[in-house]
């Protein structure tokens, strides 16, 4: 079998093995997590070291083709998407953690490492890597830190750029830099930079993530309400009498109705809204934070409080909010998970518009929410079969973000933009805020080898 030039040559220098080019094999990558778009790369490469990975790109910058990195795929904003062909870089080979530092509280991964795989290595010893975004069991790392992840505990915790202290990346004309680690950096915060940057400014190669201590003890909570403003209110006056819960997620009617018809949980389906919440600390104060919130969701309507006493109930009342989306392949062939973030007042006034627009649109929009911060995650049903009801979809789904803007918000609180939501980034930042980004770019990337079209439309021009 003849290869292409391009093919031939990280053959050549990665190994045979390392190198995917048959067309039913490329046919994997051509989109990850949001399915509405799909191009196909013209050869995948899955390097086992940073040297590798150098290799790759400089062999792609002699080609003169894009270089796009890929972790698990589970963008749900198209940032894996080759939109100009060239070489799709999986990480997942490079999957060891390299070093647990309790003593500096401090571990050392390779990029590919899963999400959960960090968090099990680490349960028992105390310690735990903050973030937990949804996706976290197959989610990587190094995925994590290219788009800044989130979760259910970012509200107390912060999000992912708050738990890295170095990154060691390939730039886009192959050579290696290494950035941190240290704590207060007394030099320009690179490493700060680095992340969220969705794979334009470097391959991320090797991480050095923060350990955080487990907490001494935690409660778990879940209120049932009979609309969306009592749960809404909740939130509102949790927040105002300065408890910081662990965790505080929504589920509306819609999404309960899935999680019902999946799992059967006993969820009321006449329910407005549920919040599950928790918080967590010092067990000394930990029962008062409890029945204030308690106090909180009856005051505000709730008709029933359902406080965990076993860790049994506990682990089945974050169950019900980890399978929430799950659920939802039950329900529908297709589906885009949206995400927004609203002044936490807004919720319920969002919630709402989300609602109207699905009827609008006429497209089911079901609802999970990280409350405690504000983030709106509408999941928006269709059948992909039918290219009538993609942008059926779609529309819905650039209307709902255009009333998180209007609402003071922002078009993305976790999932970056991708190719996604790169129109809204002129409608976020002026003229200046994205000069500067693309000059920071450029001097990351100056021929913008890595990952274009992707979060700034001065490079979509995917022809370098
Ligand atoms: C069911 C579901 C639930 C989700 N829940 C959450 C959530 O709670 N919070 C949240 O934040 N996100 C969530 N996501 C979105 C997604 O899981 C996160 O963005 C995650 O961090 C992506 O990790 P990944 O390994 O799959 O990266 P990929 O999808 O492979 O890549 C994502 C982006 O990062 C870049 N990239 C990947 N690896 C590297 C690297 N080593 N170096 C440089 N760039 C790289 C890619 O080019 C792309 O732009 C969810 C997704 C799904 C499908």
Known sequence: MTHSPLVADLRARLGAENVISAPSELAV???????????????????????????????????????????????????????????????????????????????????????????????????????????????????????????????????????????????????IIRLGPVE?????????????????????????VRLTPDPQDYRAMRAIFNTLDEAGETVSRIIAAGIIPAAMELMDQGILAAVEEAFGFGFPLDAGAVLVIKVDGPTAGIEIQQRRIVEFCKESGAREVLEATTPQQRETLWKCRKQAVA????????????????????????????????????????????????????????????????????????????????????VTAEHGIGVEKIDFMERMFSKSDLQAMTYLREAFDPVGRLNPGKLLRNFANTSI
């Open 184 to 208: 207060n950096p007394a030099e320009l915060d690179l490493t700060g930079v680095m992340v969220g940057g969705e794979g334009t400014l470097g391959i991320i190669t090797k991480v050095w």
């Open 29 to 175: 990558y051509d989109c990850d997590a949001y399915t509405v778009e799909r191009h196909r790369p013209d050869v995948v490469v899955l390097p086992r070291s940073t040297v590798q990975v150098a290799e790759a790109v400089k062999i792609a910058g002699r080609h003169n083709v894009p270089v796009v990195p890929r972790g698990a795929g589970t963008s749900l904003a198209g940032g894996c998407l080759p939109i100009g062909g060239g070489v799709v870089v999986m990480l997942t080979r490079m999957n060891r953690i390299v070093e647990v530092n309790l003593h500096d509280r401090m571990a050392v991964v390779e990029p590919g490492v899963p999400n959960i795989q960090l968090a099990k290595r680490l349960a028992g010893t105390g310690y735990h890597f903050a973030p937990d975004p949804s996706s976290q069991d197959a989610s990587t790392i190094g995925g994590n830190v290219a788009t800044n992840a989130g979760g259910p505990h970012t509200l107390k915790y912060g999000v992912t750029v708050n738990h890295v202290l170095g990154i060691e990346a390939v730039l886009g004309d192959g050579s």
């Open 327 to 410: 659920a939802v392949g039950r329900l529908s062939p297709s589906y885009i998970i949206q995400d927004g973030v609203v002044p936490r007042t807004r919720l319920p006034h969002v919630l709402r518009r989300i609602a109207e627009i699905g009827t609008k649109h006429q497209i089911r929009i079901v609802n999970v929410a990280h409350a405690g911060d504000g983030n709106v995650h509408p999941i928006l049903l269709f059948d992909d079969r039918d290219r009538e009801q993609v942008d059926r979809a779609l529309a819905a789904g650039r209307e709902l973000l255009e009333e998180c803007i209007r609402c003071g918000g922002s």
